[in-house]
């Protein structure tokens, strides 16, 4: 499983490079929004904020791109697409909620 989360990111590396991610937002949250897609993992809120103030539209983008690489034709698309708007949903939610006062 080790190989495969390497293999991923380094394929999603290119990827990103690809559509200038990494200059829209911070390497880390794409790799962590791309995480919380395509493989297990969960997206912070500070992720999400700047996934959200990118816009769907990137969102979006980056899953389409990653789906039409060779190298992802085994993903399920639809089980991914679902992935997405879950994450895409979760962040709109996050984003949306009032903050807990400290």
């Known amino acids: 499983m080790a190989s495969l989360n390497v293999y991923s990111v380094?394929?999603?590396?290119?990827?990103?490079?690809?559509n200038n991610c990494e200059t829209k937002m911070g390497l880390p949250y794409?790799?962590?929004?791309?995480?919380?897609?395509?493989?297990?993992?969960?997206?912070?809120n500070k992720c999400c904020g700047e996934?959200?103030?990118l816009g769907k539209v990137?969102?979006?983008?980056?899953?389409?791109?990653?789906?039409?690489?060779?190298?992802f034709k085994d993903l399920n698309p639809a089980t991914i697409i679902a992935k997405s708007i879950q994450t895409w949903n979760n962040c709109l939610a996050l984003i949306d909620s009032p903050s807990p006062s400290a």
Do not use: Y
């Not at 380094?10 to 690809?18: A, P, R, S």
């Not at 990137?58 to 190298?71: A, G, I, M, W, Y």
């Open 30 to 44: 794409v790799l962590e929004a791309f995480t919380s897609i395509f493989n297990t993992g969960s997206i912070s």
């Open 10 to 18: 380094l394929v999603n590396d290119q990827i990103i490079k690809e």
């Open 58 to 71: 990137f969102h979006s983008t980056l899953v389409k791109r990653t789906l039409e690489n060779p190298l």
């Open 51 to 53: 996934l959200v103030v």
